[in-house]
Structures are given as structure tokens and as C-alpha cells.
């Protein structure tokens, strides 16, 4: 069944079975809704290996539903996919999660941050940019980050851009439920204590750190033990009703020195050592043959 946000069923409106491989996506079949907005599609051989999902566009934008299981020679149906107006005005949105992992540090002193977002429009209709100027949404990041890159979530990496310190979000944000948006960055070596910008109200805040012995401070902030994540292990923290401005700070433990750090010293000791070793050797020599 294909509806309208408030349960309005929409009919004669183009329904698009697609299927998608691994090697390949595309539509394989479409239909029309009836007056009570229902569509049904018959196909004669499935791909147990494929996905297969229907879509319908609408208010110049596009709509998918979750992945069906259609069987060869029956009738198939999905849940109902609700389509909305838009709209680039309307309430807040609500930045309901922001997870941050930040792994050890690199040999040359860097740490890699990895950020996923749940943002939810509490909104009637899909919020839309008004333009290319001002985005759906906007966050802050470290301004010392550097590398940044969008990675796997409910936005392409062309509806993300970075602006300095922000990451702007230009995609379409739908009423229904959380949206993820994930991000990866660099901290470079200097960076020995991260300040991390809050700047809108945030329902939870998650850190996982690597680094075990780090230190982080937040109002109302609680440890939750280390967690183990693919065979590595990370201290997490939790915080909650965090407001705009809430001061978020970690202290990375020192780096300890490695064996190819402290090449340089060792050799320099080495050289100290066999001078003086040379300088005391040969006075004595020169003592001996006074003394002759």
C-alpha cells in the first residue's frame, strides 16, 4: 500500500520493484496503485542471492521500502510505504545520538575518529535545503580535524560538506524514525586533549576510546566499562541531555616511546659513552708513558 504522511492512500501512482545484486541494481517491473492506494507485482523467477525493494516517487523525491521477499509465481505485496510533502522549514530537528570512537594513536602520534549520528525530524513533512547555501542540518567538529570523510549511512557522501568546523547535511531528512549519519577524521599528533564541540542539544552522547587510560570529563557523564569491538577494546562513556555548549574534554594518556623513537637517544648515548670511554683510555695512555 503507498500513502501520504497522516494515512491518506494515494492511487494511480507508479510502484517500481527493484532488484539489487552485488554486481548490479536496477527496476525489473512496475505497477500503478488501485483507488485504495494497494499494488501488487507477480514474478515468474526470484534471485535468492538479491534484494529486492519497491519505490514510488513523490514531491520530487523518491521513496524506498524496506527489502521484500517476493516468491516466484505469487502475488507480491509490502508493508506500506508512506511518502511525504516537503517542506525546508518546521521544528528543530533532534540530534538523538552521537557516537565517538577514537582509536590508539598512530606511530606518528595521530588518532583516527570515527562519528555516527542519529538525527530524527520530528516534523510532518520531509525537510528539504531551501538551497545550496543553507543545509537540512549542521553539526561542529574538532577544528583541528583533518581528513575528513563521509562514510556508510543514510546519505550519499554528495549531500555531506564539510564548511570548517561544521559538517552540513544537504539530503533529505524524513519524518520517520533515526537517520544515520557516519563520518570519519584525523586528529593530528598535537592534539593531546580534545575539546569536543557540542553545539545543539544532544539526548545522548556515546565515547569508546581505545586509548583506556584516557580521561573524560562531561556534566553528568558515566563510565560503562571497556567494551571489546572486533578484538580490540574500547573504554566507554555515556552521557545524556547534554545542552548546546556542554563542555566535553578528553585527555589522551601520554604516548608511550617506542623502540624507533628512542633510536635517536640510544645512538646519541652510544656516541656519548664510547667519547668519553676514548678520552679516558687515552688518558691513561698518555699517564703511562710519562710515568716511562
Known sequence: MLRRGGGVPLSGRWVVLHRVTMQEGGAIDSTRTDAAGRWRLRLASVDTAAIYVVSSFYAGLAYFSQPIRPVAGRSTTADPLIVYDTSSSGPPLVLRRRLVTIAHAHRDGSRDVLELLELQNPGSATRIAPDTLRPVWAGAIPAAAIQFEVQTGDFS????LRRGDQVRLFGPLQPDGFHQLSYAYTLPASVAALALPIDQPTVELDLLLEDTLAQATA???????????????FLRYRAESL???????????????????????????????LGIGLWVALKRGAGSGTAA
Not at 557522501?157 to 555531506?160: L, N
Not at 558515566?222 to 577494546?233: D, S
Open 243 to 273: 545542552p548546546a555548549g556542554a563542555p566535553v574534554r578528553i585527555a589522551f594518556a601520554k604516548t608511550p616511546l617506542r623502540a624507533e623513537r628512542a633510536l635517536p637517544f640510544v645512538v646519541v648515548a652510544i656516541a656519548a659513552a
Open 157 to 160: 557522501a554528495d549531500a555531506v
Open 219 to 233: 556534566p553528568g557523564l558515566r563510565a560503562g566499562g571497556v567494551q571489546p569491538i572486533e578484538q580490540r577494546y
